[in-house]
């Protein structure tokens, strides 16, 4: 398989590897519900198994999402509007910040410390950076270009995460609506695999 093929499916296995440690880990950890603790708790200091969560549930996605978001970069021809290269380099951004979450996770017995707020900023740098991508990628990709389907998907994707972060949770445990913003994150890997223009 060549390099080129390897960075295309890195999105989508970024997004299974997310999700498969996500189940594993919330299974083994006793008492932990799905459906009303935070995701960031598996890899909290002081959790067992919490190193490993980070580096599997976090790290490990963000740098394979990354790679995803490096070839969508390189993809852009030398013509390519500002805008749009701005907006595959916040993309990118994104990426890294998913990484710091695991780099930066919280502390079981204090969610108020320092630590906790550094992943806090992580996490909102991820949905800021997200966003701001998505946005500048649309504003780059004119009527007829061949990065128009990839942006809009960018944005609808982003937009569900925003509100699924700051709207849903109003009307669902905070525990879900971050499931929910992720998983905007996890379909825009998995669509930009299938709508990214070739090289």
Request: charged share 10%; hydrophobic share 60%.
């Amino acid at each position: 398989m060549s390099k080129l093929k390897v960075l295309a499916w890195a999105g989508p296995v970024a997004a299974l590897v997310w999700v498969v440690a996500v189940m594993v880990f919330g299974a083994r950890l006793d008492g932990y519900d799905q459906l009303r603790h935070p995701i960031s708790l598996l890899g909290a200091r002081g959790v067992p198994g919490g190193e490993l969560f980070s580096a599997v549930g976090f790290i490990v996605p963000g740098l394979l999402a990354a790679l995803a978001m490096f070839d969508l970069v390189l993809r852009m021809p030398a013509s390519a509007p500002r805008t749009l290269r701005v907006g595959g380099q916040m993309l990118l951004l994104a990426c890294v910040a998913f990484a710091a979450m695991g780099l930066l996770p919280l502390d079981v017995d204090d969610i108020e410390n320092r630590a906790s707020q550094f992943h806090a900023s992580a996490w909102l740098l991820w949905l800021v950076a997200f966003c701001a991508g998505a946005i500048a990628l649309r504003m780059g990709a004119g009527k007829g270009s061949p990065w128009r389907s990839l942006a809009t998907l960018a944005v609808v994707c982003a937009i569900w995460s925003a509100c699924s972060a700051f709207l849903f949770q109003a009307a669902m445990p905070v525990a879900m609506a971050q499931r929910m913003a992720f998983l905007g994150w996890l379909v825009w890997l998995l669509g930009a695999w299938r709508l990214l223009p070739r090289r």
